[in-house]
């Protein structure tokens, strides 16, 4: 266990919907990296929010966006789903970038 | 652009043998950090070993191992003793920017 916790763990979306997921990041962690993981793929890096701000981008259009709180819960926000979105979203919390925590994932199926 | 390539999309041994995966990547960065990760079935990932680019001595976790050579841009692992709770997709993975780039994963399989 890593103490880092995704919900839903899956979900089934339609195209043009619109999903949230959620990470509840380790104590202490005050960094959150989302990537996106398509079937048979490796993970490809989202966003990464420090402290509440976006602290770096993947290469992703902006309906993908994001938000990390003050307890450095965060969420990631897909608007316009596509099918090409159905992915495992993972979710990583961090204090330095090199010891990073990763989540159970959410399954998202764009149906 | 920095990459990581995996050339090994699946393998297979028998319970008890030593395998060893590989991995090449490319970045222009002097100092950096490389890993290993394991994806199981339940899909959480879990970091198996780490190794910075700094140190020459390749790092070791109890069965797993790494071959770090630096100026060939490879960095492969190798797991002694296979048992079958090793089954399971692996990643190597570097960080770049302070995020972590991934390859495309090996399958590997335990044999009983």
């Known amino acids: 266990e890593t103490g880092v916790t995704q919900s839903p763990t899956h979900l089934i979306k339609t195209r043009g919907q619109q999903v949230t997921l959620r990470c509840s990041s380790q104590?202490?962690?005050?960094?959150v990296s989302w990537y996106q993981q398509a079937l048979g793929q490796g993970p490809q890096f989202i966003f990464q929010y420090y402290r509440e701000e976006e602290n770096g981008r993947g290469n992703f259009p902006p309906r993908f966006s994001g938000l990390q709180f003050p307890n450095y819960s965060s969420e990631l926000n897909v608007n316009a789903l596509e099918l090409d979105d159905s992915a495992l979203y993972l979710c990583?919390?961090?204090?330095?970038?090199?010891?990073?925590?990763f989540g159970q994932g959410t399954r998202l199926t764009v149906v | 652009a920095q990459t990581v390539t995996q050339s090994q999309p699946e393998m297979s041994v028998q319970e008890a043998e030593t395998v060893t995966l590989s991995c090449t990547y490319d970045t222009s960065e002097n100092n950096y950090y490389l890993f290993w990760y394991k994806q199981p079935p339940s899909r959480q990932m879990i970091l198996v070993i780490r190794q910075e680019a700094y140190k020459q001595q390749n790092a070791t976790e109890n069965r797993f191992s790494v071959n770090f050579q630096k100026a060939a841009k490879s960095f492969s692992l190798k797991i002694s003793d296979s048992q079958l709770g090793d089954t399971a997709m692996y990643f190597c993975a570097f960080i770049g920017d302070d995020k972590i780039i991934f390859g495309k994963g090996t399958r590997l399989h335990i044999l009983p």
């Open positions: 990583a919390s961090s204090e330095r970038p090199t010891e990073a925590f």
């Open positions: 104590s202490g962690h005050n960094t």
